[in-house]
């Protein structure tokens, strides 16, 4: 069995942290995973569902991190699952075992999860997960009032971003992206923009080829950039299509390319970089005939020493997970004190403390 825990005592805020235990029939499934194929890679999916938005966030993070800062993006009732995943073969619809990734539950597809994990109709999770063991679920109730009202230049900054921005901490990095390096950016684009384009202008009028000016006066709003010059144009030409030798830019490539040939300059360096190609290939057609057998031979006790190596490595990694999922035993973990996690060094992380910081100072913007 799984069970997750979030803070109780206080009133829930937009960002929260939830963390998880593992009874002792769950952690021995889990020891036979990693028995089995220690490229398994258990993980914890986190799915937190708003019954009233139908909106839906998914969190996938290693199983012996033990805790992790959820964000609410709706108000109302939000129900949060967990369950535990991992990396392994499913049989498919015509009975072929293929290979399931567990980071599948993150794809989406026109901004919606691929995979199904909640039911839209009635909120119930469905029952053929592929690869999971264990459901625990909570109900957290979150106020609008909690949740951040937004900036004055909102429009402005979101104006260069396809998508709204997540939380507090997104939208400052937005911001300082768009005042000390998009618009500056914007800025020089648009001039060094408007002097390629007329250059460009001058340079098709040479070989009389029309231009449509669009792009030049209205830079922003041009779909194709520069490419356009020659869109929405049913004429091209100045003159005729067939006299097209006799054009100003024509003529001038093939004087330069006359120019060329006449050089003896030109003629010798083509002759030397020639002997130099045949040169430097035999010598390494040499070289490679003559390393042949000694390479085979050391390639050989290198597969040899790595394959060794990396079975003691995969040994020792099994074994320090092991430990740290004996640290998530439920009679361990307090169901109160999300604290708990840092009391221990083998799951006191870096990312861990960042996270928790970061959910004092960035709150997610309501949808």
């Keep these: 069995m799984v069970k997750i825990f979030t803070r109780t005592q206080e009133q829930p805020q937009p960002v929260m942290p939830v963390w998880w235990c593992l009874d002792n029939e769950a952690r021995k499934f889990i020891a036979s995973l990693l028995e089995n194929n220690i490229h398994c890679n258990p993980r914890m999916l986190i799915v937190v ?26 108000a109302g009732r939000n129900q949060v699952f967990a369950s535990v ?29 691929s995979t199904t994990f909640i039911d839209s109709v009635d909120g119930r999770v469905v029952d ?23 900036p004055w230049d909102w429009n402005l900054v979101n104006w260069f971003f396809g998508k709204k921005p997540i939380d507090q901490c997104h939208f400052r990095r937005r911001r300082l992206l768009v005042y000390f390096v998009a618009l500056p950016v914007t800025a020089i684009w648009s001039v060094i923009h408007e002097i390629c384009g007329w250059i460009m202008v001058v340079g098709l009028a040479l070989f009389g080829l029309k ?6 006066w209205h830079p922003v709003k041009s779909r194709f ?17 067939w006299n097209v030798l006799f054009r100003p830019g024509f003529l001038l490539i093939i004087l330069a390319f006359a120019f060329l040939l006449g050089s003896g300059d030109f003629n010798s360096a083509l002759i030397i970089s020639l002997i130099m190609l045949v040169g430097v290939t035999a010598i390494i057609l040499l070289v490679r005939r003559l390393m042949a057998k000694e390479a085979e031979k050391w ?54 403390r960042f996270d928790r910081v970061k959910s004092q100072v960035c709150r997610p913007y309501s949808l």
């Excluded at 938005?53 to 993070?61: A, F």
């Design 49 to 74: 569902y708003n019954h009233e938005s139908q909106h839906e966030d998914r969190y996938l993070v290693p199983l012996e991190q033990a805790e992790v800062y959820v964000q609410f993006r709706s």
């Design 85 to 113: 995943v991992w990396d392994g073969e499913v049989v498919g619809e015509y009975h072929q075992k293929t290979t399931f990734h567990a980071s599948k539950y993150l794809n989406k597809t026109s901004g919606r999860y």
């Design 128 to 150: 053929d997960r592929k690869c999971s063991y264990g459901l625990s679920e909570i109900s957290v109730r979150v106020d609008p009032e909690l949740f951040p009202k937004k």
């Design 211 to 216: 231009t449509n000016l669009y792009t030049l």
């Design 225 to 241: 950039g520069l490419s356009s010059l020659l869109r929405e144009s049913s004429e091209w030409y100045f003159t005729k299509s």
């Design 299 to 352: 390639l050989e006790d290198y597969r040899k020493r790595k394959f060794e190596r990396r079975r003691k490595e995969r040994e020792i990694f099994r074994q320090a997970l092991l430990r740290k999922h004996e640290l998530l035993a439920c009679n361990e973990v307090s169901r109160t004190d999300p604290d708990w996690v840092l009391k221990h060094k083998e799951l006191r992380t870096f990312s861990l």
